[in-house]
């Protein structure tokens, strides 16, 4: 997201960075400097702004009407979520009215969770422009109303192919023309260090690397079990776990219930400056996620030249082309994974006796993919010009710089190239939470 911010502000859109939560240290790490400074916080929740969100949510319950309606009378929800919605609706109202004096234009919120109903309160109670990221597992695995964020958004932003067509197939009710695909992406640059080793690795103890928060979602039990049927299939390897989250006492238990001591560990939080070495170290990089939008782990392990191995789910398989740039396996399936390093092993025995082996051209394949379609620089330019495309009618009525109003299908892309975006800075004001 803060890459994302600073597209925004070079092309003159002051934006506001957002929280619902006070950002934890990984999530600062990642943030620019000028970003984790400026981040407006709803935490701690101060009385008097939460007495003046009472007085807006009164003044203003009609704009409102309708996602309360759906909260109070309709849908599947149970008691506890719907009393979740009524308490998020006056979180809504607050963030409303911290934002009232700021001249803010437009809120977009990233991910679709409590947060994205917050962002769309303070939205419909101000009167603004109102969209929404869409990742992984906030659209497939907890989509609680979200129906009605997406009728109430201006656009939905999503990350994969996959994740459209979801959206499409099961919000019918949504208009297609506001969901669309903005491709996450990774930093690529000429490696020199990644030529030089092609065809040159002398292979030993096989080394496998997984990397992300010590999740459910995330299913490293999954892994930790594959581990011990590789042992019993007498595979010599040694596997590497980068995360922390809260299955870290539970994922330590499994390992010495498996007796997997000497070949799992788990090295908890990472700095980002020391995970190269770790990825240029790896022969195989694991993801055994239950649900996915399109991870940037495996962009990371591919841009480097590494070999991933990866679940058949969501939007993977539009990175992971098995064969061609890395393996995927049966969802679930411990036989097809456990098989499938199995296969790998073999490929890279026989690529010691190989100057240029079949994994060579894999690992070619894989950065190939990245460098033409997950490059960050180039994602960040085409999301910045679908984000302005689509508020741009809005700032233009605004300052009214023309007298008919101006829809998506109305302002060309001419309009849009010709307007000088540098002097826009006063009139438009994102909020991402």
């Not at 109430?152 to 192919?161: A, E, I, K, L, P």
């Not at 770790?278 to 991870?295: F, M, N, Q, W």
């Amino acid at each position: 997201m803060g890459e994302e911010i600073e597209e925004l502000r070079q092309r003159g859109v002051h934006v506001i960075p957002g929280s619902v939560r006070r950002p934890d240290a990984t999530e600062l790490e990642s943030a620019s400097a000028s970003s984790a400074r400026e981040i407006l916080c709803l935490q701690p929740i101060r009385v008097l702004p939460l007495l003046r969100a009472l007085g807006l949510l009164l003044r203003r319950w009609k704009r409102i009407a309708g996602p309360l309606m759906q909260v109070l009378l309709r849908g599947k929800e149970s008691p506890k979520r719907r009393l979740k919605a009524l308490l998020h609706t006056w979180l809504g109202a607050y963030y409303g009215v911290l934002l009232r004096e700021r001249g803010v234009n437009h809120i977009h919120v990233h991910h679709g969770y409590f947060g994205a109903w917050i962002g769309m309160v303070a939205a419909q109670l101000l009167g603004v422009g109102y969209s929404v990221t869409l990742h992984g597992s906030d659209l497939l695995l907890n989509g609680a109303y979200l129906e009605t964020k997406l009728k109430q958004c201006r656009f939905c932003v999503t990350v994969s192919n996959y994740n459209r067509q979801f959206i499409l197939q099961h919000f019918s009710a949504v208009d297609p023309g506001k969901i669309m695909v903005s491709r996450l992406g990774v930093n690529v640059q000429e490696d020199v260090d990644f030529l030089r080793g092609l065809g040159c690795r002398a292979h030993r103890t096989l080394a496998m690397l997984a990397v992300g928060r010590l999740h459910a979602v995330k299913d490293h039990a999954f892994l930790i079990r594959a581990c011990a049927r590789l042992r019993d299939r007498g595979l010599d390897f040694e596997c590497v776990i980068a995360g922390e989250g809260p299955e870290r006492q539970g994922l330590e238990l499994l390992i010495r219930e498996n007796r997997l001591q000497d070949r799992v560990t788990l090295l908890g939080h990472v700095p980002r400056e020391q995970m190269d070495a770790l990825y240029r170290h790896a022969d195989v990089v694991a993801l055994t996620s239950r649900s996915e939008g399109i991870p940037l782990v495996l962009m990371e392990a591919m841009v480097r030249g590494g070999i991933v191995l990866a679940p058949a789910i969501t939007g993977i398989p539009e990175l992971v082309i098995p064969g061609k740039t890395g393996f995927l396996y049966a969802p679930g399936s411990l036989q097809d994974f456990v098989a499938k390093v199995s296969f790998l092993r073999k490929q890279l025995r026989e690529e010691d006796s190989s100057a240029v082996s079949r994994l060579d051209w894999m690992r070619h394949a894989a950065r190939a993919q990245v460098l033409h379609n997950f490059n960050r620089r180039k994602n960040l330019t085409h999301f910045g010009d679908l984000f302005l495309q689509r508020i741009a009618p809005q700032v233009f009525a605004d300052r009214n710089l023309a007298d008919q109003s101006f829809s998506d299908q109305s302002f060309s892309d001419q309009d849009f190239a010709d307007h000088d975006w540098s002097t826009s800075h006063e009139d438009l004001v994102l909020q991402q939470i």
